[in-house]
């Protein structure tokens, strides 16, 4: 704030011993002033210390490897999951202040034994197969391009049935519960409660019938009762979206750019409480307007080519990098070929809280 | 009232001149004493004038087909709908005192002009096709088994594109709009604005993806904006809430008794503010339990074959039967055969009010 | 609508005995076509039977005095309450569609025995006291000017302490409880439960702290637990917002026109479920914009000297008058004194079914 | 976890050379596992940094006074706000992980220029007189036992007319907004905009009248528009649950435990997004129930004398001292006289994110 505006400086003579101790008092007393720390408390906009910055998924894929090789799964570790740790974030493993984004990494016959926390978790499966993740006791199958969700309480654990490795992404609001102390955690069972390896889960069958609630489900839950949100579901979604843009129907949030956002059925709101999950798919050529919204983000590229403009510097993205959006940094999106882009972020927090502002900015580009 | 405590009887001494003189001038002046009408106006327990009701479809149809041939459809008369008359509503043509309940029949060909109303109104589609309702300006195609919503304020019209003609069932809330004084009505284009005959309807292109919503529609509306729930949804719905029941899960009303809600995805809640629509299913040899419920429905058979016991009369059901549940009637539903129901009801009205109750009865069969 | 577009009208051939037998199987089969009801049942705009009425306090009290002379108050009858039954819904104690507006009069010592219902109902005093009504077990003083609330299955009566009769307005849902088949009833105690006259009831000794809610009462509840708005807080609220318009502020609802809504403290909405109820102040020599509203209002002058324009008719207004209007027809308000209006309307209903309009017209005077 | 499972121990062999360079590789890429941060991370229960304790107002007073002999007061610094910093806390002005408790002292003839931040703010003044708080245009005068809220994105700015300085405390979000990244600050008038010093603000005589809300505000506001809540009104609220309790009515929270929550009177809920205002009033001799919950408070002795069980040790408390509870840290109130306790907290954003768990321990003293 100095630069905008003539402030009261403490004369020389104000320096002296006295403040000094007047200092040292209020230190000891467990005190701080505010005039001394105005300026970073309470910044004229967000000038958050998570960076913008993004993972390549040819670097990460091989380092999960190497884990896969290296680190056993089980109770204890509970998981095999490398987190991104926000280069702005003093080395924890935090994607942004509020959420968590780890792949995580399992050989096949591997279990990942069963727990449940307070903390509202998600899976997105950019590629591979043959993991049944077990949700309070229903096995949800995991697919290239399905979210899958673990809301927070409810028991899961997962297992590779196949013969072959797989990787994911896990989405957690771990930073935020970590910061807020609400977190409560509490084991399973060691080996799962049903090895069973279904299609579909129950949930699926029984909430998934667009504009259809089954009457022993008339309770709204905080969180969706849809574990799995298939693939097959998203991608007709956009695809019709850009079709009915083409026959002159308001279908697109902008010329080009289809978006859809997973919702809770129950009440047509965010899946969880805390976590924001939508995805995106750009038209090849488009070039979205650049935005700044307050809250922060990741994506990941779910497919094709492009780039984005975050911070004012380009980046070229491809299949499963990854990249994150700190509260008020302009990004924009740039599709080389049509480009597919699954995004979380920590919105309804700041909506519920009451602090969401977005503007769209002039093009710098 | 009166069979349960002692009431303080006017003596003969009263029932004088004098009084009379004070009920002349009562009536003079537009005023009524509560005490002689405190019996009908607040009974013990719901005493609906409206009767448990059921009309046959073997003879609805017929008449339908023999005003097709005798009524022209057209501007002013707009629609060929013959309305269910409960006979405790003298006559008028008001299936329960809150719902509109008729058979629509278009003809080859035939066009039912565009207009708009405050009423609500959904179509249910026993049997047939050819027929695409435009709902403001988006065709909508009408076949066995779909819901189509026009929720109020919404243009349209209706054509028969096919060689044969077409009935279904209309529903609204016209009574419930007549008796509040709330409503408005204004024609549109006498031909239909749009005369496609997709497959699809742009709404359900934008909206029947489940779990999804798009970017472009993430304002709440108090109605649902998808035009058509498709009876291969429901179908399924309902089939695996009956599997899922025999696996051991917690997914149907009560046993053998599947159901659905149909739902306005923005929200979770009924389609449209004045009208509840549902679908059950009861496998065959299922007895639901006696209910009573405060509000009334209107239910047709969709397939199958059965009874309902209502207000105490057991009555065969077929195909296309209707029948009506006034407030507080017991009922209950028998299969013989797999037994299917479209169901719609002034439940929300009920709730939003807050006078919903419900009691399940001992069984007296 | 005759009167807008050119209709398809029928042929004379087509009146023939073929259609005459075909009306005739609609009739014995309990159908009503929709082509010859059309315009009565769907109207351009709000056609209310209610019509706009005024009763005059001075018609009014002399005869619940006679009613106080002449009929006892006790179990079985239960109110000596004398209700406005508007003239164009057939003789019926409406004061509109869904309102019930009645005098109660209740001479010294008398007592109105206990009893609940789902109907909502509130008293308010023009004048008097006296009175106090036991709302739960909760005495509740009645004193000029305020506003009693007993909520829908509410146990309530009603006993007069003082050495002089007393005379106050009911409302209640009535109407549209019974239209809407809802309703029930119970008796209570027929002496009162609780016979202490304090000045204040627990429910406001509780709940009537601006701003403040007590911890013991965190569950948000349909109607309001405040028994009592008491009149010196509603003169305040009133007295205030002229006071704070003098000096610039954005404080009335139009020049000249203060105006509180009585809310649900648990959730700042309306009273009860189906009844708003409103304080307006017009300073003296103010006039009203015309408004049209859909949903209808009993209004009662509660002090000072004005007239309303009522559907295009002037009426002047005295103390205690009581006047209705009815859905959508036009009003005004003008006042040569400071003028005090009592209001309560179904807006709840209107507004929870999204059947809400209104519109200010140009002045017609 | 370790202590409560046998976990999958790394060999002595794994911990080998490759794994350390699998670990370094992590860190050069941006990464952290989650193997060996499990614990810390989700935690059995919320293990919060921050620490209970207590600031005792017979030190923080002194202190406020040397600052106010040597800080000016004025643009750039802004406030003479001297912060609580939580000992867990690592030096941050931080009361709790989301709250800021500051002392704000200022001298006669003293001014605090305008400005407004996304920050939720207010002030609770335990003693003095003589300040004036402009919000939004509206000066609002502090004193003993007022709260006084400026929600997000009010200007406000204080001045002192008397000829004596005055100590208040001021609670905000300023460490949530900070965590979030979502506060943004604009500096207003450096005089400020309006220096007459009402005895009420224009919001309270809009506002302040129990159970009315005015026709000029019916649109819900996420902070309640109310800008102070008077200590006679807060005083009286408590007062009446002690003797209704006496009485026999469910009034208060426990025995002899009587608290108000300052509430939004559009909704009902709390008086702004993040931060939760009550006022708790203890019965001399009252003891409460141990109690934990998720979030965390700050209270301050109003009045009285007493002491609180915190984490297992016992504090004397006397008028004006301050302690924190954290997250899930079991407390218990004692109250040697009657004991007056100001509280405030971030349970509004625990129960938004649905985050919310409290227990009732047995008593362990």
Redesign the interface.
Known sequence: ??A???????TVE?ETA??QR?YA??AS??????????DE????????A?RP?V?RWS??LP?AE??GA??????????????????GLG???YAT??LWA?IQYLGPNETAPEHR???NAFRFVVEGEGVWTVVNGDPVRMSRGDLLLTP?WTFHGHHNVGDRPMAWIDGLD?P????????????GADRLTNRATPDLS?SE????????????G?Q?T???P?AA?RWP??D??LR??L??EE?G?????EPGHA??????????GD?M??IRA?FHRLRAGTETALRRE???SVFQVFDGRGSVVLGGTEHELERGDLFVV???VPYALRAEQQLDLFRFS?A???E????A?SRIEESQR
Chains 1, 2, 3, 4 share one sequence.
């Open positions: 704030m100095k905008h505006v003539e402030t009261v400086e403490p104000q006295e403040l007047l008092d209020f007393e467990h005190l701080v002033p505010l005039w001394t720390q105005l408390l309470m910044p004229v906009s967000p000038a958050p998570a910055w993972w670097r990460l380092l190497r884990a290296l680190v056993p799964v089980g109770r204890g570790g509970e998981r095999r999951a490398i987190a991104l740790a926000n280069p080395g924890r493993p202040p509020t780890a926390h307070s903390q927070g771990i935020l519960a970590h910061y807020l102390d609400v977190g409560f955690f509490e084991f129950a069958r029984l909430w998934c019938h667009p504009g259809l609630r089954p009457l022993s008339l709204d905080a969180s969706s849809i949100y579901y998203t007709r979604a019709e979206q079709l009915l026959e129907h308001a279908a697109t949030v978006a859809v956002r997973y919702v809770n059925p129950t009440t047509g899946v409480p805390t939508e307050v809250g922060s700190p509260s008020w920590d309804p927090v700041v519920r809280l009451h602090f502002r």
